[in-house]
């Protein structure tokens, strides 16, 4: 079992519509977790963050998190196509970042 | 620039030579982060670094590779007698602190071994 699980995709939604991604981790003792979004050829860049069971919103961006059932998600409201890239899940482990292989998103104008 | 700074961008280099990557956190960090990713691959961990100290380089090569943080300057990681699987984009990451706190990337450095 990978330490942390995304689904591959593509994942493709049209313009304006909510995109789901969803993450599952398997260290229980995990205690942040994290969303990067990574265009193609360039370096990840820090979405969400989230350390606490429910809901954290930023902007169209909603992170959730249930640490009982080891899940993690991003919500994209009013996707747009500058949005299509690949969203890595992340989650601290004994020291560093563990980054699940990233859900490749295309919003479709 | 605020940000973290890797240099050089990309890099060629011929089997057989050394390959040394540096990268200068952001401004008030003091923990760095070097993974390395391959062609389509996913993100791998490979060393943890704090001034002058390695705190974790469970992620790193046992051989060829090594990593170091100096007191003054930026850090370096340093690949010897490179090979053609040692191709890959190389990220920084720094911290304001180590373990629960978010991480921030450099622009990479694409090293490609011919």
């Known amino acids: 079992q990978k330490e942390v699980e995304q689904n591959s995709g593509p994942l493709s939604v049209p313009e304006g519509a909510i995109a789901s991604l969803n993450c599952t981790y398997s260290?229980?003792?995990?205690?942040?977790f994290f969303w990067y979004r990574q265009y193609s050829g360039k370096s990840p860049e820090l979405i969400m963050f989230?350390?606490?069971?429910g809901d954290k919103e930023d902007g169209r961006f909603t992170a959730q998190l249930n640490k009982a059932s080891q899940y993690v998600s991003l919500l994209i409201r009013d996707s747009q196509p500058s949005d299509s890239a690949t969203y890595l899940c992340?989650?601290?482990?004994?020291?560093?970042?563990?980054f699940g292989s990233g859900t490749r998103l295309q919003v479709q104008p | 620039n605020a940000g973290v700074m890797q240099n050089p961008r990309h890099l060629v280099r011929r089997r057989g030579q050394e390959a040394r990557l540096r990268c200068s956190p952001m401004?008030?960090?003091?923990?760095v982060y070097w993974y390395r990713q391959l062609p389509e691959e996913g993100l791998k961990f490979m060393v943890y670094?704090?001034?002058?100290?390695?705190?974790?380089e469970s992620g790193m090569p046992k051989e060829r590779f090594s990593a170091e943080f100096p007191k003054e300057g930026p850090s370096i990681l340093r690949i010897q007698q490179v090979v053609r699987g040692d191709s890959a984009a190389y990220f920084c990451?720094?911290?304001?602190?180590?373990?629960?706190?978010?991480?921030?990337f450099g622009p990479g450095t694409r090293l490609t071994v011919t």
């Open positions: 990451a720094s911290s304001p602190q180590g373990g629960l706190y978010e991480q921030y």
């Open positions: 989230i350390y606490s069971n």
């Open positions: 992340a989650v601290t482990g004994r020291r560093a970042l563990t």
């Open positions: 401004k008030g960090h003091s923990h």
């Open positions: 260290d229980r003792g995990s205690q942040s």
């Open positions: 670094l704090q001034k002058e100290n390695i705190i974790d």
